[in-house]
């Protein structure tokens, strides 16, 4: 088996855990769809290689779809990223970490305005 069957593999196995991240008792913090995505280089380094294949990435994105569909923006951005990895073959660990940030911020964001229209209510 190569290297993009192995992490295909991996990234489909990974794509049945919701959130995909290991966390110690001390970390227990509240797991993120971002976290899913950051988990993604560090399962490629223990396989040794920096990338990570666009079937794992997709694999990964379809596993944030329904947390991702709590905020339109944050939905958009992940079948965005799926149509994109029609076309890629790898991704590096920087690209994974800016799209982390960008969903977590997307519904970080929806999730406080809808907190805000509450209160107001």
Do not use: C, W
């Amino acid at each position: 088996m190569d290297d993009e069957q192995a992490e295909q593999v991996a990234g489909e196995h990974a794509a049945g855990e919701a959130a995909g991240v290991d966390r110690s008792a001390e970390e227990s913090d509240v797991v993120t769809p971002g976290d899913a995505l950051r988990s993604l280089p560090a399962e490629a380094h223990e396989r040794g290689t920096r990338f990570v294949s666009a079937q794992a990435m997709q694999a990964r994105l379809f596993s944030v779809y329904d947390a991702a569909a709590a905020a339109e923006d944050a939905l958009s951005l992940v079948q965005k990223q799926l149509t994109l990895t029609l076309n890629r073959s790898y991704y590096d660990a920087e690209e994974i970490e800016a799209m982390a940030v960008q969903l977590d911020t997307l519904l970080a964001l929806d999730s406080i305005d809808l907190a805000e229209s509450v209160s107001e209510e």
